[in-house]
């Protein structure tokens, strides 16, 4: 390297340092797992909103209302903190400092969940693409299930995706191993085609699946998918809470779910957490992803 791009690659490193040090002193610290009532923060001196499965910063003050309750779990430790109203917070890097209020209600969590619940914040949510091709999906209809990209944890799914106006009829459809081998062929009439019980799929292998409409030549739907290990499934039946647990234990259990990219059972989960705490515009977002 030259003495003038050695001194330019210095140069780059002098200036990009503190904005990497701010960075990483902004960088999540934790996420809310549960929230009800009047909960309010600020980031910097700015309002921002409390979600559930939003992040939690150092230096964010929240006040929980009279009446309110936050429920927080930080990466450092793997536990929740729960704290109710009237209390005013601060976030620190390895815990939630009490300003005004009760201490918090501590209790210990899984590591393996919260883990997941981090990666799938820090993506954002992000699944693979539906292919599709010459169709728009109808305004009113049922998703593609299963998303394409996606894992399935069942062998005889019913499979589902949008049909428009000018595709109303008879459809043909295909299922594929990965390798191309056909295992199924049919005719499916609507959006709708569950899967005979002869023909179950296997576990931890990967498919592909098309649609083809008999009316509109040119309306298509494919997609592709993987079906989970069957030693996955039982680690899933293991980590999956009780009917009655926790609301902050089926949050994570539902991160761990789109972790796995299981996007059609996260979702499931997720409506259920909607209807659970109607007021969060984030579980809306994910139940109707």
């Known amino acids: 390297m030259s003495k003038l791009n050695y001194l330019k690659h210095l140069l780059w490193v002098v200036c990009a340092l503190p904005l990497l040090v701010m960075a990483q002193a902004n960088a999540p610290v934790g996420l809310v797992v549960d929230l009800k009532g009047p909960v309010t923060a600020t980031d910097q001196g700015k309002n921002v909103r409390i979600e559930v499965m939003g992040y939690l910063r150092p230096q964010m003050e929240i006040d929980v209302g009279a009446g309110g309750m936050l429920a927080v779990t930080l990466y450092a430790n793997s536990s929740e903190s729960r704290f109710n109203g009237p209390a005013k917070l601060k976030v620190l890097a390895d815990r939630v400092q009490v300003l005004q209020g009760a201490a918090a209600q501590q209790r210990s969590l899984n590591e393996a969940p919260v883990s997941a619940a981090k990666r ?9 693409a539906v292919m599709m091709r010459s169709v ?13 990209g996606s894992r399935i944890m069942i062998l005889n799914p019913v499979f589902s995706w949008p049909v428009p106006d000018t595709a109303a009829g008879p459809s043909r459809f295909e299922l594929r191993r990965a390798s ?8 499916a ?16 292998q990967s498919y592909r699946w098309r649609v083809q409409s008999e009316t509109s030549p040119s309306a298509r739907v494919e997609g592709r998918f993987e079906v989970i290990t069957r030693e996955k499934l039982m680690e899933l039946a ?22 796995l990219s299981l996007t059609a059972e996260a979702t499931e989960v997720w409506k259920w957490l909607a209807v659970q705490r109607p007021d969060d515009e984030n579980l809306k977002r994910l139940a109707n992803r």
Do not use: H, I
């Open 136 to 148: 728009k999906p109808a305004s009113e209809g049922p998703a593609l299930v299963p998303v394409s």
């Open 120 to 128: 799938v914040v820090s993506t954002r949510l992000t699944q693979a």
């Open 238 to 259: 293991e980590r999956r809470p009780p009917n009655d647990g926790p609301f902050a234990d089926w949050v994570l259990f539902a991160a761990m779910l789109d972790d």
């Open 189 to 204: 009439n609507g959006g709708t085609l569950q899967l005979p019980a002869a023909n179950t799929l296997e576990w931890g």
């Open 180 to 187: 191309g081998e056909l295992l199924y062929q049919g005719t």
